[in-house]
């Protein structure tokens, strides 16, 4: 078995709401590759996006990855687009049990429409497509990274996706 737990999936999936219920319930430190490159630059992600550039947030992320995946006991939470990045699948593969949050596109859309800090999103005119061509570009990465997947829908109840991920993580 692996010692940590990543979450990939979409940008509005879940991923730090079923990681933080996930972490609590296998008492495991919980950490959020987003909220960590904030904390470490003290600048927005949408700040970090504007001032630098994404390939500069890009390696951020990437030596966060590297740093959080060495450690053991934890659930990971990472960025949707971590996945475009083959070394933090390498990093993320050898350290972590990887769920898929497999959210449809539906209930992506209802999450993120309103959000000022999804930098990949603020200017975009038709945000529906813009937000199915992303994900239409990223899925088959998620499926091929993950060990596990689970479906998220408006309707899904986090705790029971959190039994299914532990009672997968456990059986790994």
Do not use: W
């Amino acid at each position: 078995m692996k010692y940590n737990i990543a979450l990939i999936g979409f940008m509005g999936s879940g991923k730090t709401t079923v990681g933080k219920v996930l972490a609590k319930s296998l008492d495991m430190k919980f950490v959020d590759i987003d909220r960590a490159i904030s904390c470490k630059v003290k600048k927005t992600i949408p700040e970090i996006f504007e001032e630098f550039g994404e390939a500069y947030f890009r390696d951020l992320e990437r030596s966060i990855i590297e740093e959080e995946s060495a450690d053991n006991n934890i659930v990971i939470s990472t960025g949707g687009g971590a996945i475009i990045d083959n070394v933090n699948i390498k990093n993320l593969k050898n350290s972590s049990f990887v769920v898929f949050l497999d959210c449809d596109i539906e209930t992506i859309y209802e999450r993120v429409k309103r959000s000022k800090h999804r930098p990949l999103l603020l200017n975009s005119n038709n945000l529906l497509e813009h937000i199915t061509n992303l994900h239409e570009k990223r899925q088959l990465l998620y499926e091929i990274s993950s060990d596990f997947s689970i479906k998220i829908n408006s309707t899904t109840n986090i705790y029971d996706s959190v039994e299914k991920i532990k009672n997968a993580y456990i059986s790994s």
